[in-house]
């Protein structure tokens, strides 16, 4: 006796408690308003998207002097941050003019002209203050 083939109901999609639908009837993808990955500073900056995944709007960011968008709130931390080395920074440079030291030399490294570089820049910082 062979038995009639009864229709089963339609598979149900994994992980999914809807019924697979025809194409038809799918929603259709909503661009994000989320910018990510590398250039969405830049992205936000422009207007094309609203903000960051870290919530930075349009607002709250800024082209620095070399041209690259960052963070105002980081910038201005940056910016006081430096006010603590700052002293230090000028006395390097004019010490690197005075020994005319040209390219890179590890300050009181192991060479003499590193140590000669740390000297001779805290003797000018020494005087300043």
């Not at 919530?55 to 968008?69: A, C, I, P």
């Not at 931390?77 to 004019?94: P, S, V």
Request: glycine share 8%; proline share 2%; hydrophobic share 40%.
């Amino acid at each position: 006796m062979v038995l009639p083939k009864v229709q089963s109901e339609p598979k149900k999609a994994k992980g999914s408690s809807q019924a697979m639908r025809p194409a038809m009837y799918m929603k259709a993808k909503r661009v994000s308003k989320i910018a990510r990955g590398r250039f969405a500073k830049v992205l936000v900056l422009r207007g094309l998207k609203e903000k960051t995944v870290g919530g930075l709007t349009q607002e709250k960011v800024l082209k620095n002097k070399r041209g690259r968008v960052v963070s105002k709130r980081a910038s201005a931390h940056g910016n006081r941050m430096y006010r603590n080395i700052q002293g230090w920074t000028e006395a390097l440079m004019a010490a690197r003019k005075a020994l005319q030291t040209v390219g890179f030399c590890a300050v009181n490294g192991k060479t003499l002209q590193g140590k000669a570089l740390y000297v001779k820049a805290k003797a000018l910082r020494s005087r300043v203050e």
